[in-house]
């Protein structure tokens, strides 16, 4: 063994002759090449016989491993001893020289042998357990340097600690960590000590007092660049990343400056002074990428004159408040100062808002990317955080909310904003804050609830009309009757089963008995299913489509194989359980799309064109001479039969023709009627035998290609050749250049036969959502004659009346006072806002109402342009685009302040725009420059001055309105809010552990309006009236 034995080394051995860590390998010995562990019974045997040295070393079970393990190289600690601050002689330092110990040890047990080895009389040291400090050198530390430092100052008289928590000692920092902040039982493979790590062993005098500084109390934490978790020495500015060393500070600086929150504000803000060159708040803000939203609500927060000026004078300095949790210790506060500062005092075009976005994006995360946001979040997120930040009451007390149910006792009005004051006074709450009172009634038990509460931003709704104007034609099966077209003004979201029982009060038809179908000019679109709303059916006018409501064949709709079957369908409408993506337990309804409108299964409904020949082209050309007719048959029906059926549903248009053609008019005028008497008594089949004389099931092939005499022919639409450019064979004729073959004049083939050979193709849709798209089973007639003496003509198809509809379904013509009254009355809360009510004990869509009862000098009125709708499967939002009209002065707000004695006024002074869509667009603002005394557009960069009669637009988005007795020279005492010296909060008592969750005062949940939802939870300072878009 004593090749493999390192006798060079030169350490710190113990007097125990059994110790192992006495011994040592030589480094890179591989077992089983250069040595093998054995158990001590093999050992005994071959050093009785061989003799050697013994290598004993202890086994172990790992902690993620069940198997024994040996450690055979132990850990090597390199030390340097100290001498104590008596005797601190540069000559005394030991040379650096090497402890073994095992990796599973604890720093206790390290600590232990340091002191059982050391002791030893052969290298003359002398220390207790547990009186010296163990250091770890920073490889980039200079040790040389610091112990020189520390030699110098302890020449001097030491300066005393000025905390607990810290020894101040000689007053030089070590260069490195001290290990004894892990603690006694920190194990030594995990506080990742390197072989080449010196540590650094520290001895006190006699008085215990130490050389270097010693921070008692450092956090163990993840250092920001390097990701260990070690004692952190050194911490950036701003508080929100930490370090294990300066040079891992260092390295980070380039990736962490972009994040960097910390603002030196006798740095940053004493260039900002007022000169003759300063742009007085004409100062544009840079787009960083997708923040003209934030431009333009920082540009309406700077011309809020009142809030400027008391940054200007840097009022909010001594108001700072550095306690609150729910604030950033006057981050928002320093970085909105400097940002105002460099909008009135500096003399350059534009300035980037960086530090500001990147404080407010550190508290809010919406708004620390890229992506576009809604300007009124940002104003109420920025008022949130200033009035965290300068909010002057340090300790919030729980105060308990005053509530009555009385709807005529304002009796609580007062005390409530009283203790609102009590948690909440700041230069935001003296500017924007009022008051409203909440009414709340339950339709169960009708009782009321009457909360009083503070707002700092009134969303307003926008009046819509919530019916959708359908332009219906009502077409008779009867080829006789004329069409009927009207307006039906109906509820967005009323049914297609309300839809049909208006149906029958207007046209006076069977509920049941038409087909609902949606026609572009003279194509068939699709049919309406009898799931879908009427506002969806709506929609399609926009891209002039309308409805028409088909009747069915009064033969097949009252026939008596129909008796009952849509009453059996609703009672196969049935409630069943399944299992969501979630793995919940829901109910789901099972039924049917309308589109068979009940009708037996054996009938089969298809598209029939009816169509002309256009012989002026080159090539003829098929002409539509009307709109698609929807028709049903048996599928059982042979195609022979198909075509008396075809016949019948025409013969009003051929019976004239006959007469015409066998009985010319220059003979008699009486004989014609005789023969139109004749011909009318006739059965279906005989007519028809003499319209198509001479065609039978052998020879109609033959009769349908070389007659011209015949009235029409009866064609399948070929699905394969729909698209005209590409040549498929012909599911009906196998034919590759098929135009359309002929139907055959036969008893052998039913439709059912037909209609099956589309059935699993592709471009088959043949089932009960085939109309969505024109490929599919489907029939044409294609009319011989097309001249001016043809029977048909388009007065039989078009419409009796022409009916026009007025575009859209909102109010055109809107004011603010419009939107001022929908706020304030009363409303019936959805599904989704129920409110419980304390004395049913029950969840209930309870009516709400609104009333202002304390008008604030500053008053935000947020238009709500964005509302959320239903696309099918997937929901969206809608921007209403109409022109709300409200005064540049004297907006009389008198009317909706409960107990106004006298006129409450305000006046225009900034307004924040957005144009374009609810995905995407851009905001702008307007603002009324005090300085200036003119309005002015902000466009990210670009200022410029505005005619005032442009401010009222489709684009006003968030209005600014100051109240008229508010001075321009602000007295800030004057506005301030305090609560009367003989007023008493209920301050509630709190015992440990039973403190409430959460904070009111939290602005946890933005309004998400812009992205369509508006009526989702707010903050409890945004006042945003539910539902009233919806």
Same mark, same amino acid.
């Given at each position: 063994?004593?090749?493999?034995? +390192?006798?060079?080394?030169? $350490? ?50 790992? #902690? ?24 601190? +002689? ?73 905390? !607990? ?26 506080? #990742? ?18 050389? $270097? ?31 294990? @060393? ?25 260039? =900002? ?33 009142? %809030? ?5 004078? /840097?009022?909010?300095?001594? #108001? ?34 960086? /530090? ?49 149910? +009385?709807?005529?006792? /304002? ?18 709450? /003296? ?19 009457? *909360? ?63 087909? %609902? ?67 919940? *337990? ?27 020949? !256009? ?49 010319? =008019? ?40 070389? @007659? ?41 083939? *039913? ?66 006072? +419009?939107?001022?009254?929908? &706020? ?95 995905? &995407?667009?851009?905001?702008?603002? $307007? ?32 209005? $600014? ?43 946890? *949940? ?25």
């Amino acid at each position: 063994n004593k090749e493999i034995i +390192d006798e060079t080394k030169d $350490f710190y051995k113990s007097s125990d002759l059994e110790d192992i860590y006495n011994t040592i390998l030589k480094p890179e010995m591989r077992e089983h090449f250069e040595y093998r562990i054995i158990n001590e019974g093999q050992w005994n045997l071959l050093f009785g016989k061989y003799g050697g040295v013994a290598v004993k070393r202890e086994k172990f079970r790992d #902690e993620y491993s069940s198997f024994m393990k040996v450690e055979v190289y132990f850990h090597r600690l390199n030390l340097i001893v100290l001498p104590d601050r008596d005797d601190f +002689d540069l000559r005394k330092i030991s040379l650096e020289k090497s402890l073994f110990c095992s990796k599973r040890w604890n720093l206790g047990r390290v600590r232990e042998r340091i002191t059982n080895v050391l002791t030893d009389q052969r290298y003359g040291f002398k220390f207790e357990l547990e009186k010296f400090r163990l250091w770890k050198l920073e490889p980039s530390g200079n040790l040389q340097s610091a112990l020189n430092q520390a030699a110098e100052a302890l020449k001097k008289t030491p300066e005393p600690s000025n905390s !607990d928590d810290v020894e101040i000692n000689s007053g030089v920092e070590f260069p490195g960590v001290p290990l004894d902040i892990y603690g006694k039982n920190a194990v030594i493979n995990k506080l #990742e000590l390197a072989l080449n790590d010196r540590i650094i062993i520290e001895l006190p005098n006699q008085k215990g007092e130490y050389v $270097f500084k010693y921070r008692k109390n450092l956090e163990i934490k993840k250092c920001e660049f390097c990701y260990n978790k070690r004692p952190i020495l050194v911490s950036c500015k701003c508080g929100d990343v930490h370090y294990c @060393s300066q040079r891992c500070k260092v390295k980070d600086e380039v990736y962490h400056r972009d994040k960097c929150t910390a603002i030196d504000i006798d740095e940053e803000l004493s260039k =900002y002074q007022k000169t003759a060159n300063s742009n007085m708040g004409l100062t544009g803000l840079q787009n960083l990428g997708n923040t003209c939203f934030m431009n333009s609500g920082l540009q309406c927060l700077s011309n809020t004159w009142q %809030l400027s000026k008391y940054f200007l004078t /840097d009022l909010y300095l001594p #108001e700072i408040n550095t306690e609150n949790k729910l604030g950033m210790r006057g981050k928002m506060a320093h970085s909105f100062a400097k940002l105002i500062k460099a909008l009135w005092y500096d003399s350059e075009r534009s300035v980037a808002p960086w /530090d500001l976005k990147k404080v407010l994006g550190k508290q809010y995360t919406t708004f620390c990317g890229f992506s576009q946001q809604d300007s009124q979040e940002l104003i109420s997120a920025v008022l949130d955080a200033l009035h965290e930040d300068l909010n002057r009451v340090k300790i919030k007390p729980y105060v308990e909310q005053k509530t009555t149910d +009385d709807p005529n006792d /304002d009796s609580a009005k007062d005390p409530s904003w009283y203790n609102f004051l009590a948690r909440n006074r700041s230069i935001i709450v /003296d500017l924007f804050y009022g008051q409203y009172k909440s009414i709340l009634q339950c339709p169960l038990c009708y009782k009321y609830s009457i *909360t009083f509460d503070p707002f700092s931003v009134v969303s307003l709704p926008v009046p819509q009309d919530t019916k959708t104007r359908l332009i219906v034609t009502y077409v008779p099966y009867s080829m006789k009757k004329k069409l009927i077209r009207t307006v039906m003004a109906m509820e967005r979201d009323a049914s297609v089963d309300e839809l049909r029982e208006q149906l029958v009060e207007t046209f006076g038809v069977k509920k049941y008995g038409s087909l %609902l179908s949606i026609i572009a000019g003279r194509s068939l679109e699709r049919l309406v299913g009898r799931n879908e709303r009427v506002g969806t059916i709506g929609k399609y006018q926009e891209k002039n489509a309308h409805l028409f409501v088909q009747e069915i064949n009064p033969k097949y709709f009252d026939g008596a194989e129909n008796v009952g079957v849509r009453e059996k369908m609703e009672e196969e409408k049935k409630v069943k359980k399944a299992v969501n993506m979630y793995g919940e *337990t829901i109910e789901s309804l099972v039924s049917r799309e309308d589109y068979n409108n009940g009708l037996a299964d054996d009938l089969i409904k298809f598209p029939l064109n009816i169509c002309g020949i !256009d012989r002026s082209w080159s090539i003829p050309k098929r002409d539509v001479k009307t709109f698609t007719r929807v028709l049903y048959t048996k599928k059982s029906c042979t195609l022979k039969q198909l075509h008396l059926e075809i016949f019948a549903f025409l013969r009003p248009l051929f019976e004239e023709e006959l007469v015409h053609r066998e009985s010319p =008019y220059e003979e008699s005028k009486e004989i014609p009627s005789k023969k139109q008497v004749e011909y009318s008594s006739m059965s279906d089949e005989a007519l028809f035998g003499k319209v198509f004389a001479g065609m039978n099931e052998e020879n109609w092939k033959k009769t349908v290609m070389t @007659s011209k005499e015949l009235p029409y022919v009866l064609n399948f639409v070929n699905v394969r050749d729909y698209d005209s450019y590409s040549k498929k064979k012909c599911y009906y004729c196998n034919e590759y250049d098929c135009g359309n073959c002929p139907v055959p004049f036969t008893s052998e083939i *039913t439709v059912g036969d037909m209609a099956g050979k589309l059935e699993g193709k592709k471009e088959s849709l043949y089932s009960d959502r085939l109309y969505h798209d024109p490929k599919c089973f489907k029939l044409e007639v294609i009319l011989n004659k097309n001249d001016d003496k043809a029977i048909i003509s388009k007065s039989n198809f078009e419409p009796v009346e022409a009916v026009k509809m007025k575009a859209g379904t909102a109010k055109t013509e809107l004011s603010i006072y +419009d939107c001022l009254d929908s &706020f304030v009355e009363w409303e019936t809360l959805d599904k989704d806002n129920l409110w419980y009510c304390p004395f049913c004990k029950d969840s209930v869509a309870a009516k709400k109402k609104f009333e202002f009862t304390r008008a604030p000098p500053v008053l935000v009125l947020h238009l709500k342009r964005f509302k959320t709708s239903s696309r099918g499967r997937f929901m969206g939002s809608d921007r209403l685009n109409n022109l709300i009209d409200f005064p540049l002065t004297d907006l009389d707000f008198t009317r909706y302040l409960k107990g106004a004695s006298s006129p409450v006024l305000y006046d225009l002074y900034a307004v924040s725009n957005h144009y374009g869509s609810t995905g &995407f667009g851009h905001y702008t603002a $307007f603002a009324w420059n005090q300085e200036r005394k003119g309005w002015y557009q902000f466009d990210d960069s670009r200022v410029s001055s505005e005619d005032a009669r442009k401010v009222c637009s489709t684009a006003a988005y968030v209005l $600014f309105y100051k109240r008229k007795d508010i001075a321009e020279s602000v007295d800030f005492a004057g506005i301030r809010q305090e609560i009367p010296e003989g007023y008493k909060v209920p301050v509630v008592e709190l015992s440990k552990g039973n403190k409430p969750k959460g904070d009111n005062d939290v602005m946890n *949940t933005m309004s998400s309006e812009r992205d369509g939802m508006a009526d989702g939870k707010v903050n409890n300072t945004t006042l945003n009236n539910k539902n009233r878009n919806n």
